[in-house]
């Protein structure tokens, strides 16, 4: 069946999104074909702000509002101040933040090392994580980084990095599943976690 082109191309950008196959996307474009005009538009209107009207905070690297230097969590001065958690993605911190278990501050560091994919140390925010420690009081880093291969080979080359500045430096305890994501694991299992993080040895 030929589709015509404006349906054609919805259904290729569905496409494109992690876990929406053909069939999703056809599912998705002739749903939205047949809903009611302003929910194409609400869609189409919150895409758009999206991209326009969020950014990074310039400290710890987490989603914040377009026009903020920092986000909400790093402008808190209730959080405690000298315990940093390392995470790959902000969804990652949404995990934590949900816990409501750790009242420190973040570092996203935008990714993990993988060197089948061609991402290296200076494809994530590894310098800026080093300048905090150096610039700022920091007395723990807590490696949250997720429980698989390029997250553990992250978490140690943290750990080599870091080791000259004297922090102190733990990890998450394996209460996660090992090659699961923090964003999946459940509220009990992230706060066990995180209450029995242990020091990185060799």
Do not use: W
């Amino acid at each position: 069946m030929l589709l015509p082109a404006p349906i054609q191309d919805l259904i290729n950008a569905f496409s494109q999104l992690p876990g929406i196959g053909p069939k999703s996307a056809s599912r998705l474009t002739f749903y939205l074909l047949t809903a009611p005009d302003e929910l194409s538009q609400d869609l189409a209107a919150a895409l758009i702000s999206l991209k326009t009207e969020t950014t990074y905070c310039q400290t710890c690297f987490n989603i914040t509002v377009t026009g903020q230097v920092q986000c909400e969590i790093c402008s808190n001065s209730d959080r405690d101040q000298d315990v940093i958690c390392v995470v790959e993605e902000p969804l990652d911190v949404l995990a934590l933040e949900r816990t409501d278990g750790f009242h420190g501050r973040y570092h996203v560091l935008q990714g993990a090392l993988s060197p089948i994919e061609g991402i290296g140390p200076d494809d994530l925010k590894i310098r800026e994580l080093l300048a905090r420690v150096d610039s700022e009081n920091i007395g723990e880093i807590i490696l949250a980084t997720n429980p698989s291969l390029e997250g553990d080979a992250t978490a140690m080359y943290l750990r080599q990095q870091l080791t000259p500045s004297g922090v102190r430096i733990t990890r998450l305890a394996r209460g996660l599943p090992v090659g699961g994501d923090l964003e999946y694991a459940d509220q009990h299992t992230l706060l066990r976690a995180l209450a029995g993080r242990q020091e990185m040895g060799d």
